[in-house]
């Protein structure tokens, strides 16, 4: 199925390293299925250890990992009441602070490398314009603060924003920006393992000693394990499809003169369909989201 419609910002400095596609049988401990920024870290840990391979259908980088908005967050989408049916509240503390050591992480793989992928810290917010929601702010509110997360209740009375809000959740820690096209090549340059472009895999059999992956042009990857990072597309581990599909935006603005805001935070809103927003760094701002159910054909009115 067709991924992606319309123009992309964060290719703007495209690529020009090409890697090759595979013409013959290989043999590894661990195969990697799509290199989107998913397959790219997947690759970057494991080959570490183990002999690997990556190999994506098209190009590496150039899937969804392209097209996101890049607000790295551990917020999640739902607030911490709206999932204390299905995990305790120590899940959901450690699902947050595992979210703040990821974006941990990739500052020191910011570091470590020097190469800019546009990497920098943000404060975040998250905020709704409807009093109807003020209850639900102030039980994350005390939630957060429980889980030892800094976290700031603001409100009409002390907001510092531009536009009118109800209540907000503003977090010095909350996340974090970047290029995601920029740093899945980067983790690809820095890392070992075989990589090979243009090498789409069509099965994946199991013949009792080992797993057998084909491509479509009759080469077999024989592996131990198979990790598949292939996005939204499911149909490698199942005939039936595993998820609904939704249609989501991106929208990039020309670059605008002198736009200042509190921190320069990363800022989504509590609607459903949410919205979420950021600055690049050239002055542009990024919104994403509108998540809709997908039912057909995407027009290509509808996705400039
Ligand atoms: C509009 C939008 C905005 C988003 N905003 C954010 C955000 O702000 N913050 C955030 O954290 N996340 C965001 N996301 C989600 C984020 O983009 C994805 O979670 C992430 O990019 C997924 O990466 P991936 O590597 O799993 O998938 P992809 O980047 O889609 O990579 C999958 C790769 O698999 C390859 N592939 C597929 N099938 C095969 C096959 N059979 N053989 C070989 N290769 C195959 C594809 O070619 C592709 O390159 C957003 C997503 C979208 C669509």
Known sequence: MEILKGKTYFDKENIKKQYPYLNNDVKCDVLIIGGGIDGAIVNYYLSKKYKTILVDKGRFGLGNTVAATALLEYQLDDFA?????YLSEKEIEKIYKLGQK??????KIDKKYKANF??????SLIYTDSKKDVEDFEKEYKFRKKCGLKCKFITSQNNPFSFDLEAG???EDGGAEFNPYLFTHVLLNKSKGFKFENTEVV???????????LTS???KMFCNKVV????FNDNLLSKKPLSEKFVSYTIVTNPIKNLVWEGDALIQDYMSPY??????PDGRVIFGGEDTLYKGIIKNEDAK
């Open 81 to 85: 009441e709206d999932l204390k049916p």
């Open 102 to 107: 990821s974006i941990k992480e990739i500052e």
């Open 118 to 123: 546009d990497f920098k810290l943000k404060p």
């Open 169 to 171: 959740l503003f977090c």
């Open 203 to 213: 099965s994946i059999e199991n013949n009792g000693q080992e797993l057998v992956c």
């Open 217 to 219: 042009y009759g080469y």
């Open 228 to 231: 598949c990072a292939t996005g």
């Open 275 to 280: 919205h979420y927003l950021r600055k690049l």
